[in-house]
């Protein structure tokens, strides 16, 4: 796994390991690309932990060391996530004791800009598709979609939906003259935050509803600029990168989603674990998780005015916010905990 980010699918690898870390029948190594949160989080909970800076090593370096560990681990299976550590993952354990591979993917690749960064996207999924054990799909539509258009066989690829723990929830101590609307994530295209910008602008005239987004990215001076442009400084706080997230979630009532795309998003699940209602785009597996009016607001993709309009009613409607709250929270202890997710990563790992 890479580690220089704290995102959705860090967050989910490490909820993983931690659940099955205590497995008697699992021994649980990690090799991690890079020193941060998720090397130290694992290192934190007894997880055996190899860090490979790729500021100090080049990606042969790196490939020759997780090929000794490997080969000197006698692994039974290789779980990697993201499609530089898939390639590494493959050419690694090739001619070693044939351990199963297995990656999950998070979302559908994203189309870039660059036409390398195009073609490892393709190849990825080729290796994916031709040499791996399984591929494990976050969301139906992801597992759709391969099998559809990249021509997976249906037989390798599994869905498992991302799961949580759930987090014990304080005493409220929300400021009740506001109600404060929020999101998180990396700040890059995808995530589409210019719309969460629009959404604030059109909410401004309700000077009872305040904006708050955590995280960081390339994207930060174009949001920075375009929230001067409509002059919502006072009303759209930009929180920066946050190494506990319970705090930020716990000073939120919605939590808004704007997304091009997404698999099965760690950041709405873990709102909807805190009893935030959200309302997010009716794409990729977010359906999987939002029941639309009964926990939360499923939009067309786009619709910037049905956003806005949603998200006033609930700042308006504390009883409603409340009620589709609770069903949220019930909904990730039913059918998104960890301990489900981690029992069917389980079965996989033992070929069952």
Not at 4 to 28: H, N, T
Not at 190 to 204: D, L, Q, V
């Amino acid at each position: 796994m890479s580690g220089d980010l704290w995102a959705g699918a860090e967050v989910m690898a490490f909820e993983l390991i931690k659940e099955l870390k205590d497995d008697r029948a699992v021994s649980i190594s990690a090799i991690v690309l890079n020193e941060g949160a998720l090397s130290r989080n694992l290192c934190e909970i007894g997880i055996n932990t190899y860090v490979l800076s790729e500021e100090e090593l080049s990606f042969h370096q790196i490939y020759l060391r997780i090929r000794a560990i490997i080969k000197n681990g006698k692994f039974d299976v290789i779980h990697s996530h993201r499609y530089k550590e898939n390639f590494l993952a493959f050419f690694a354990s090739l001619w070693l004791n044939s351990p199963l591979l297995i990656s999950t993917l998070h979302g559908m690749p994203e189309h870039l800009s660059s036409p390398k960064a195009n073609l490892l996207q393709r190849l990825n999924l080729f290796l994916l598709a031709r040499h791996f054990g399984h591929t494990v799909a976050v969301s139906n539509d992801i597992r759709d979609t391969l099998i559809e258009q990249f021509g997976f066989n249906k037989d390798n690829v599994m869905e498992i939906h991302n799961g949580i723990s759930l987090p014990l929830l304080m005493n409220d101590c929300k400021d009740s003259s506001k109600c404060i609307i929020g999101s998180a994530g990396r700040f890059v295209p995808i995530k589409n935050y210019p719309m969460m910008i629009e959404i604030a602008h059109r909410c401004s005239a309700d000077s009872k509803v305040n904006f708050k987004l955590a995280g960081s990215g390339p994207e930060l001076s174009k949001l920075q600029a375009l929230i001067h442009s409509y002059g919502l400084e006072s009303s759209f706080e930009l929180c920066g990168h946050q190494d506990f997230m319970s705090a930020f979630y716990q000073g939120l009532d919605i939590f808004v989603n704007t997304s091009l795309h997404e698999g099965i998003p760690m950041s709405i699940l873990e709102a909807m674990s805190y009893g935030i209602p959200v309302i997010a785009p009716q794409i990729g597996g977010i359906p999987e998780i939002i029941e639309d009016g009964i926990d939360g607001f499923l939009i067309p993709p786009g619709n910037v005015d049905l956003f806005t309009e949603k998200c006033l009613l609930l700042s308006k409607d504390l009883e409603l916010r409340e009620e589709l709250g609770s069903s949220a929270r019930h909904k990730i202890e039913t059918k998104f905990s960890i301990k489900a997710c981690a029992e069917k990563y389980r079965m996989i790992y033992f070929n069952k």
